[in-house]
């Protein structure tokens, strides 16, 4: 998933995103400690919100580093996921309460908990989905993607297909 959604990226092949995912966890175990893989995007541009969202909780599925950047790396954008669009920092989501994912938690989207919020993640080709949330969660108040970083409460959320969507413990 190195370039978001270039016709040379593994999501394009008939497995896509779960054989995407399978190298992921191959990486890693294949790996002398610390076990360090770190998951790269290259943006189509620095608005390309619904393409970072997706490759960030990716990554966030399992134990892997992330960065995004535009244009060959000449351009490494900020988002307001980092740091919750400037009103935190960015270790804001903190460690994992949920083990690396392995299978989806609702409608083939994928969840992983953490102990300030969730990752919920849709592959491509799953068509657009509805899930319900965890007691507890909303929205991260943003300016970047005000329709979907609005900072209302979330008891079930609508993922595009290929998207991502980061949620804040209460």
């Known amino acids: 998933m190195t370039h978001a959604g270039a016709s040379y990226s593994i999501e394009n092949q008939p497995t896509g995103w779960y054989r995407a995912m399978e ?30 969202r997706y490759a960030f909780a990716t990554t966030l599925m399992l134990d892997g580093y992330f960065s995004a950047s535009v244009g060959g790396y000449h351009e490494v954008p900020w988002f307001d996921e980092y740091d919750l669009a400037g009103n935190s920092n960015s270790k804001w989501l903190g460690m994992p309460i949920d083990p690396p994912q392995t299978d989806a938690y609702q409608n083939g989207v ?61």
């Open 23 to 52: 190298w992921y966890r191959e990486v890693g175990t294949n790996l002398l400690a610390p076990a360090l893989v770190m998951f790269e995007v290259a943006l189509p541009s620095a608005d390309a919100y619904q393409d970072f």
């Open 110 to 170: 994928w969840m992983r908990r953490f102990e300030h919020g969730l990752a919920l993640v849709n592959p491509k080709g799953n068509g657009p989905q509805t899930v319900d949330v965890p007691a507890g969660y909303h929205h991260i108040e943003g300016t970047q993607a005000p329709t979907i970083n609005d900072g209302t409460p979330a008891m079930s959320v609508m993922l595009a297909d290929r998207d991502g969507l980061l949620l804040v413990a209460d």
